[in-house]
């Protein structure tokens, strides 16, 4: 570890909030994945302004971290520092119908929010594992709703160090991807536009859609979601059942019998057997019926 770089953070951060050789199966869904250098949990949007702005000067790699509900870290983990925005920077505010939240905030908490506050529209993101950065990033959807319906601006840090603010219909949301994720910019906090609703009817939509995650996701094991993106025209899930591949196993990482888009951290996978087990099937699937499946599942590190 640098120390003189350690030190110059302790400037920006205390003791607390910096982690040295910090194992990142603590901070993937996924539970897999080695150590990274440093790990960092700033508090506050000027403290990552700062850490980034020292990180870029001294040449240093680093990687953006929500809750690591879509991330695949190498066994060998991260020769870098990871910057974790997540329970340190969660506060989430209501003014009337807008909820203001910080990238940190899980979507379940401000959903939940939503909900005591009688705010109607957000209750497609209840069950998404993600935080709110994660999912203006990637524009995070599920039956049938998205970001793009809801975000009114979202606050963003640019390569440059620049705070600006960036109102829905510039965010240029698409499937899985946003000017956010193209321009490399680092989500600060949020707002969120929705409307008045009934408390019992906002609550039993959220509780439809739990049902059928819980029903239809494997979600008593470690995973990512989705491991790789729809195709257009097809769904990954079935084409993967398609191919035959339900159940099929590397090491402890196997695709889930319950639902076949999803690959599972079945009995102590290594991330060396999730990469194997996803190129394998991407491999059959396109054997088979010609179509290239394209990991929705981020990677760092080596593999």
Do not use: W
């Not at 607390?16 to 508090?43: C, N, S, W, Y």
């Not at 099929?248 to 991330?271: L, M």
């Amino acid at each position: 570890m640098n120390q003189r770089l350690y030190n110059e953070l302790l400037e920006i951060v205390t003791k607390e909030q910096i982690k040295i050789e910090e194992p990142m199966r603590r901070h993937t869904t996924f539970r897999v994945g080695g150590p990274a250098d440093l790990f960092l949990m700033p508090r506050t949007p000027d403290e990552v302004k700062r850490i980034v702005d020292l990180l870029n000067k001294e040449s240093v790699p680093y990687y953006i971290l929500g809750n690591g509900s879509n991330l695949l870290v190498s066994d060998q983990g991260y020769r870098g520092v990871i910057v974790q925005i997540y329970k340190e920077m969660n506060q989430i505010e209501i003014e009337g119908d807008v909820v203001r939240a910080q990238a940190g905030a899980l979507l379940s908490a401000v959903a939940n929010r939503a909900l005591e506050a009688e705010l109607a529209g957000f209750e497609f993101a209840a069950g998404i594992p993600g935080t709110l950065g994660g999912a203006c990033v990637m524009n995070a959807g599920a039956y049938g709703g998205e970001m793009k319906d809801v975000l009114k601006e979202v606050t963003v840090l640019t390569p440059d160090g620049e705070m600006i603010t960036i109102p829905g219909e510039k965010l240029e949301l698409g499937y899985r991807t946003s000017i956010i994720a193209k321009k490399g910019y680092i989500v600060l906090e949020a707002q969120i536009q929705l409307h008045d609703g009934e408390k019992d009817a906002i609550k039993a939509v959220m509780d439809d859609l739990k049902e059928r995650r819980v029903s239809k996701q494997p979600l008593e094991y470690p995973s990512a979601g989705s491991t790789f993106k729809r195709p257009e025209g097809y769904f990954a899930g079935k084409l993967i059942q398609d191919a035959g591949l339900r159940g099929f196993q590397v090491g402890g990482a196997q695709v889930s019998e319950k639902h076949c888009g999803f690959v599972i951290n079945k009995d102590h996978a290594t991330a060396a057997d999730v990469a194997e087990l996803m190129r394998q099937v991407s491999e059959r699937v396109e054997e088979q019926f010609g179509v290239k499946l394209e990991p929705e599942v981020k990677r760092l590190g080596e593999f």
